[in-house]
């Protein structure tokens, strides 16, 4: 490659769950938590916490178990960063990033506000979620993550 040549590749994308279904107790709660600006995870038979709630352990197909009221914190594991697009919640560039709250063993896929700036990102970032003002009990009551401290 030339440096004539060098360019970033693209490729366009939507994060979306595109089909409906009956949520069930577990991921109700989780969804309600959501309404009311709480997080909720799962314990599984291990003693593992997931966030967000899955209603069978990955690990072994197992049933998970009770609910978890989880502080709203999480540290940034991986991200890539993006310049926003129309349908994007946040109007600068931002991080997507895979995201564990304290507590839990899995990952949260959301966005990660640094006001712009790339070298404000990192792995090992503290985050807290940004809450939309009117929630309705959906991942998108969650607007985006941002560093503990901003809000």
Known sequence: MTDQTAESLRA???IEFGFERTVGPKIGAFLGGLR?????GVRTAG???LCPVLEFDPADGSATGALV?????GVVLQWTWVPPRPADEL???FAW??????????SMFHAV???GNPAAMKSGLAVTPRWRTDRVGAITDIICF??????
């Open 12 to 14: 366009p994308y939507t």
């Open 36 to 40: 009311a600006a709480r997080l909720f």
């Open 47 to 49: 003693g593992h916490v």
């Open 69 to 73: 009221e989880l502080e709203p914190k």
């Open 91 to 93: 109007e600068t560039s």
């Open 97 to 106: 990033a895979l995201i564990r709250i304290k507590g839990t063993t899995n």
């Open 113 to 115: 506000d640094v006001g």
């Open 146 to 151: 941002q560093p503990i401290g901003e809000q």
